[in-house]
Structure formats: structure tokens, C-alpha cells
């Protein structure tokens, strides 16, 4: 699997796990088979996939139906799931994993469950909200951050340093595979 490039990325990983209570239950089905667990975090912890995550929120699917093709296309992780009924457990750290992945990224379970069309190995999963209190605060921080644009310098000023700022986000954002 290609090594992703993690810069400004929300990483999850096995420490995630072994530090909430409810994810810690499900360590040992990551222990038993690392080369999974290892792949599983680096397709959450890809950038283009963190996106899918919440794209499939934003259109109304569960975060898992995302991703859930790429999990079962990938050859550990899908001849992992195709064991059954041992692939159970496995496939419940991987909502988990998609839980504390979604917490980092904002969103907060709702405790609705959604269907997951399409895919051969998940049929529901969990619904996310994002966090408005994280919302809101950025939010703010955004709009401070251009009132405080509007009072630099000479109107020529203010022009260039916008033009530079929505130049600089495009490219961060194009960067992390995100649309603009």
C-alpha cells in the first residue's frame, strides 16, 4: 500500500484505541492481526479518504459508506472480512476506528444507525454530526481573520493580500486531495 502523504492530516492510530475506554475493547482484534490493523489506519489516515468520510456525511450516508469499497477491495483487510463469523469483531474496530477518526476530525456519533448500499460486507452503520460547537468556533475564526484582512493597509493592499490568502488555501487544500 502507498505511504500517504500525513501533512495535515488527523491521524488515528492504535494509541487512539488503547486510550478510550469503549475503542480499548477492541484492541485485541487489531493485535491479532497487525498487517490489517496497520493498513486500516493508513486508508483512514489517507487524505483523499478522510475526505470521503465526510463527504458521505455531507450527503446524507454514513461516514463508512465513504470508504467501506476501499476497505473491502483491499486484499488484507478483505480476506480478513470475508472470514466469517470471525471477521465480526474486526469489522466493529473498523467502526470504531471510523468513530474516533470522526471525533478528531469534529463530528460527534448521533445514535441513529444508516444503511450502507453497496457494500458486501457492512449493511448499517453509524450517523455523525459535526460538532457545532467546532463549527461555530471556526466559523468565527474565519470571519474575524477576514474582517481583520478588510483594515490592511491601502485598498491595493487588501486586494493582494485576499488574492494571496485564497491562492495559499487552494493549494493547502489541493495538497490534502480536498476540493475548494
Known amino acids: 500500500m502507498k505511504t500517504p502523504d500525513l501533512q495535515g492530516v488527523t491521524l488515528v492510530d492504535i494509541n487512539d484505541f488503547k486510550r478510550d475506554s469503549h475503542a480499548a475493547k477492541y484492541v485485541i482484534e487489531l493485535d491479532c492481526r497487525p498487517d490489517a490493523a496497520d493498513r486500516l489506519f493508513g486508508l483512514l489516515n489517507e487524505p483523499a479518504n478522510e475526505q470521503r468520510l465526510v463527504d458521505a456525511e455531507m450527503l446524507g450516508m454514513p461516514a463508512l459508506a465513504g470508504v467501506a469499497r476501499f476497505l473491502e477491495d483491499d486484499p488484507v483487510i478483505g480476506e480478513v472480512l470475508d472470514l466469517d463469523p470471525a471477521s465480526l469483531r474486526f469489522r466493529q474496530a473498523i467502526g470504531v476506528a471510523i468513530k474516533l477518526k470522526m471525533a478528531k476530525l469534529g463530528w460527534q456519533t ?71
Open 110 to 180: 448521533t445514535g441513529t444507525k444508516g444503511a450502507v448500499r453497496g457494500s458486501r460486507h457492512f449493511t448499517k452503520a453509524e450517523r455523525y454530526a459535526q460538532d457545532r460547537l467546532d463549527r461555530d468556533a471556526r466559523r468565527e475564526r474565519s470571519l474575524a481573520a477576514l474582517e481583520a484582512v478588510k483594515h490592511i493597509g491601502s485598498k491595493r493592499e487588501q486586494k493582494e493580500t485576499g488574492r494571496y490568502l485564497m491562492k495559499a488555501l487552494a493549494e493547502t487544500r489541493r495538497a490534502e486531495g480536498r476540493p475548494f
